[in-house]
């Protein structure tokens, strides 16, 4: 059996294994996860340290060390391991969405039973702009799609560093154009149509409710996922978690060069959100953040700011989780919970959304 025989054995095994931590003992967990883990006040979720584990059986997932291919696959494996099977839909269906340099890949999911005229969310996987992919964040669409009770649409944007910034942002900004202007032939309300996204994407989904908001029509909710804000500064919660949680330093550093090749792009407030000075006007954001995650606390000030402006704003940290709990639809009770309130806010702030301004 060669290289990928036994990659595809051990991650057999390991999926098999993640989804047998669920029905153990709680006294077992907490034996398979070794000592509590605590950090700024926080505790690590107990299953959440196990997955740690498992993870550390993969092979090596050093992206420095591994071919962009690689480290592609790397990350839509990883997603595989802890997504459980997949909820059925409706309808899933590929579309082509036109974009500044080409078609736009995306996939559109619609949940059993959605009545005529729900509304849309267009989503942005995450992946540092670099990884990730719509199989990586296909089981997560599913999951938002179901229980908020809303029609899907993800997004393929361009990826690093073949298209580096401001390629990604283009696309997005398409792509909710699309999806703004075409809802009404596609079943949906053309006054509820959100953003949203995980980490990188969650930093797209953050620059389209900016740049929309004076022109055309705008995102009647922004939903951001543990949002990577800044490429400048980086904030306390990396030297808390710098390595150890999954997202590490070195690897938004290796995000950072291949996204931003040329370090004066990373003031521009499309590369960095966060530096935008004014944020009124900007639609009704729920933010989830991870406890154990280096880009934590630009989301709290990110949150702090949106309230300051006058944006209604949810902030939720969930003290015991890491960056990328999104794609855990399939492992743990940690991650789930912190899914189905997201799903629920959503679900509630797009139920109060009046039409899009165009």
């Known amino acids: 059996m060669g290289n990928k025989g036994l990659d595809t054995a051990l991650e057999a095994v390991v999926r098999t294994a993640a989804t047998a931590v669920g029905s153990l003992p709680s006294t077992l967990k907490r034996v398979l996860a070794g000592r509590p883990v605590r950090s700024d006040g926080q505790v690590l979720d107990t299953e959440i340290q196990i997955m740690l584990k498992m993870l550390a059986l993969l092979p ?37 969405i036109p974009g500044p340099a080409g078609a736009i ?15 849309l969310l267009v989503y942005f996987h995450g992946g540092g702009f670099v990884l990730g992919s719509l199989d990586s964040h296909d089981s997560l669409c599913r999951f938002l799609a179901r229980h908020a ?4 649409l993800a997004v393929d944007y361009r990826l690093a560093p073949e298209h580096v910034f401001p390629a990604a942002v283009d696309d ?23 953003v949203a996204g995980d980490s990188a994407g969650g930093n797209l989904a953050t620059v389209v409710a900016q740049l929309t908001r004076d022109g055309g ?35 938004i550093d290796w995000y950072t060069k291949h996204y931003t090749p040329s370090a004066s792009d990373r003031t521009d ?8 000075e004014d944020l009124s006007g900007l639609p009704p954001a729920y933010i989830a953040l991870a406890g154990f ?8 000030e990110y949150a702090a700011r949106l309230r300051a402006a006058g944006v209604p704003t949810t902030l939720r940290i969930h003290r015991g989780l890491i960056h990328a709990f999104v794609n855990l639809t399939g492992y743990g009770q940690a991650g789930t919970d912190a899914l189905f309130e ?6 509630v702030g797009l139920s109060f959304a009046g039409r899009a301004v165009g």
């Open 105 to 119: 890949p995306a996939r559109l999911f619609r949940p059993e039973g959605l009545p005529p005229s729900a509304p």
């Open 269 to 276: 407030p499309r590369a960095s959100p966060i530096l935008t």
């Open 149 to 152: 009770e809303v029609g899907v």
């Open 342 to 347: 997201a799903a629920g806010a959503l679900r």
């Open 293 to 300: 995650d280096v880009l934590r606390d630009e989301g709290v």
């Open 60 to 96: 090596d997932s050093d992206f420095e060390q591994l071919s962009l291919e690689q480290s592609r696959a790397q990350i839509d494996m990883e997603a595989r391991l802890v997504s459980g099977r997949p909820i059925p839909m409706s309808s899933v269906e590929a579309l082509s």
């Open 172 to 194: 997005a900004v398409a792509a909710f154009r699309f999806a703004a202007e075409n809802a009404d032939a596609l079943g949906f309300d053309p006054g509820r149509v959100a």
């Open 217 to 251: 029509p705008r995102p009647a909710f922004q939903m951001l996922f543990f949002p990577w804000l800044d490429l400048t500064t980086k904030r306390r919660s990396y030297e808390l978690f710098s390595d150890g949680y999954f997202l590490t330093e070195a690897q």
